[in-house]
């Protein structure tokens, strides 16, 4: 079976020589739900851009879906992002001045896939999906942590994406919102067979995940796979 | 002059219905009678050069103005970029490409300059219908009392025109500066 995204031998180096991940080899399948590991400075958001081609390997490549990334160029890989991908972020990066509603569209109307009441339409469901349908209209700031975060996961669950990559998601939540976004994403992975891949430092949430890839210095030093 | 001799016709003058053509005209009368011609622009060549010399101060003045307000344009548009790099920041890694991101800022840059023009062109009527309002109060020997003012639709054209564009050429460099703005960078910092 083709994995859902391989990295093959990555290699990240800074401008300056620090070197962020070395020769990486992970796949994930598709229906995965892959949590990364490691101490702060092992490099989990490091090797998360690089899987989510928001940044390119010094050496090695990523293939998603078994196509090589390597040979694109940015406007190749923004669309990729856009279509593929799902990012949710530590902090909910959700643009101040649009609605809930509005900030869900806003990948939705550039990909443009949908017309625009389907896509409305959509979005609701997706807000209303993450028990968010009485707040479609909020500002971000009338909002909560939590339900902030949530709307960057109906966000980023928008395009339908085949990959949706969470960096340090709950590490701006209380521990009952922790819980809550992680129980949401075990159930995109059981209920709608989503590949979803965390990086967390988090061990007992980590634990929620069926596979737990740890981090060291930048390189992979376990991979477990629950049962 | 005609041979320069008192009591007889020594001067004619002719008065035209096109002061445009007294230039043309003059060298025509003076190429068929042979005795000299001269136009009013001639005449008054160094009055006329005082104008050539406001009009090239007016035109500085202008250029200055417009320069001036290019660099607030820029200003305008490199500020709204450094408190939405986190915005944009989010857009690209979302995948808007940075076609978007750049046409987005250039759009803004745009939208400046067509509203700057705008308000300048209604400003500069309101000016001049109040300019036509002043009365010096004196007789002259054109009979105006007051300024001669241009409303030629033209001028507001090319003013309106001038500006748009300066305004986009302003915001092409923040834009530019936008788009290549890594996502990476901008996510690491504000974790």
């Given at each position: 079976?083709?994995?859902?995204i391989?990295?093959?031998?990555?290699?990240r180096?800074?401008?300056?020589?620090?070197?962020?991940?070395h020769?990486?080899?992970?796949?994930?399948?598709?229906?995965?739900?892959?949590?990364?590991t490691?101490p702060?400075?092992?490099?989990?958001?490091s090797?998360?851009?690089?899987?989510?081609?928001?940044?390119?390997?010094?050496?090695?490549?990523?293939?998603?879906?078994?196509?090589?990334?390597?040979?694109?160029?940015?406007?190749?890989?923004?669309?990729?992002?856009?279509?593929?991908?799902?990012?949710?972020?530590q902090?909910?990066?959700?643009?101040?001045?649009?609605?809930?509603?509005?900030n869900?569209?806003?990948?939705?109307?550039?990909?443009?896939?949908?017309?625009?009441?389907?896509?409305?339409a959509?979005?609701?469901?997706?807000?209303?999906?993450?028990?968010?349908?009485?707040?479609?209209?909020?500002?971000?700031?009338?909002?909560?942590?939590?339900?902030r975060?949530?709307?960057?996961?109906?966000?980023?669950?928008a395009?339908?994406?085949?990959?949706?990559?969470?960096?340090?998601?709950?590490?701006?939540?209380?521990?009952?919102?922790?819980?809550?976004?992680?129980?949401?994403?075990?159930?995109?992975v059981?209920?709608?067979?989503?590949t979803?891949?965390?990086?967390?430092?988090?061990?007992?949430?980590?634990?929620r995940?069926?596979?737990?890839?740890?981090?060291?210095?930048?390189?992979?030093?376990?991979?477990?796979?629950?049962? | 002059?005609l041979?320069?001799?008192?009591?007889?016709?020594?001067?004619?003058?002719?008065?035209?219905?096109?002061?445009?053509?007294?230039?043309?005209?003059?060298?025509?009368?003076e190429?068929?009678?042979?005795?000299?011609?001269?136009s009013?622009?001639?005449?008054?060549?160094?009055?006329?050069?005082?104008?050539?010399?406001?009009?090239?101060?007016?035109?500085?003045?202008?250029?200055?103005?417009?320069?001036?307000?290019?660099?607030?344009i820029?200003?305008?548009?490199?500020?709204?970029?450094?408190?939405k790099?986190?915005?944009?920041?989010?857009?690209?890694?979302?995948?808007?490409?940075?076609g978007?991101?750049?046409?987005?800022?250039?759009?803004?840059?745009?939208v400046?300059?067509v509203?700057?023009?705008?308000?300048?062109c209604a400003?500069?009527?309101?000016?001049?219908?109040?300019?036509?309002?002043i009365?010096?109060?004196?007789?002259?020997?054109?009979?105006?009392?007051?300024f001669?003012?241009?409303?030629?639709?033209?001028?507001?054209?090319?003013?309106?025109l001038?500006?748009?564009?300066?305004?986009?050429?302003?915001?092409?460099?923040?834009?530019?500066?936008?788009?290549?703005?890594?996502?990476?960078?901008?996510?690491?910092?504000?974790?």
């Open positions: 079976m083709t994995p859902l391989e990295a093959r031998g990555v290699t180096t800074l401008p300056e020589g620090v070197t962020l991940v020769d990486i080899d992970l796949s994930i399948q598709p229906g995965e739900f892959v949590a990364i490691g702060s400075g092992s490099g989990k958001s090797l998360l851009y690089l899987l989510g081609l928001l940044d390119r390997p010094s050496q090695g490549t990523v293939l998603l879906e078994g196509r090589d990334t390597a040979e694109l160029d940015a406007a190749a890989l923004a669309s990729l992002r856009l279509s593929r991908l799902g990012f949710v972020f902090f909910h990066f959700l643009l101040p001045e649009f609605s809930a509603l509005d869900v569209l806003i990948p939705m109307r550039r990909l443009g896939r949908l017309a625009p009441a389907a896509a409305r959509e979005a609701m469901r997706l807000l209303a999906e993450l028990g968010l349908a009485d707040a479609a209209q909020k500002l971000p700031e009338q909002l909560s942590g939590g339900m975060q949530r709307v960057a996961i109906a966000r980023a669950l395009n339908d994406p085949a990959l949706i990559l969470a960096d340090e998601p709950t590490g701006n939540l209380d521990t009952r919102n922790a819980a809550l976004v992680f129980d949401i994403f075990g159930r995109l059981r209920e709608q067979k989503r979803v891949l965390v990086v967390t430092h988090d061990a007992e949430l980590a634990a995940a069926g596979r737990r890839v740890h981090l060291v210095d930048g390189a992979i030093v376990a991979d477990d796979r629950q049962g | 002059m041979q320069d001799r008192p009591r007889v016709v020594n001067q004619i003058l002719i008065r035209l219905d096109d002061v445009t053509r007294a230039e043309a005209l003059a060298r025509q009368v190429a068929r009678f042979g005795d000299r011609a001269e009013w622009e001639e005449q008054n060549r160094n009055i006329l050069t005082v104008f050539v010399i406001q009009n090239a101060i007016m035109y500085s003045v202008t250029g200055a103005i417009l320069l001036v307000a290019a660099f607030g820029y200003n305008i548009i490199s500020t709204v970029v450094y408190e790099t986190r915005d944009i920041a989010i857009l690209k890694s979302l995948g808007f490409p940075e978007d991101i750049q046409r987005l800022f250039l759009l803004q840059g745009l400046v300059g509203l700057g023009a705008l308000i300048g400003l500069g009527a309101l000016m001049i219908e109040a300019l036509a309002q009365r010096f109060g004196i007789d002259t020997p054109a009979g105006q009392d007051r001669i003012l241009a409303r030629d639709g033209r001028i507001y054209l090319l003013a309106s001038f500006a748009v564009t300066a305004a986009g050429l302003a915001a092409l460099i923040p834009a530019r500066r936008a788009s290549r703005l890594d996502p990476v960078q901008v996510v690491r910092g504000a974790a």
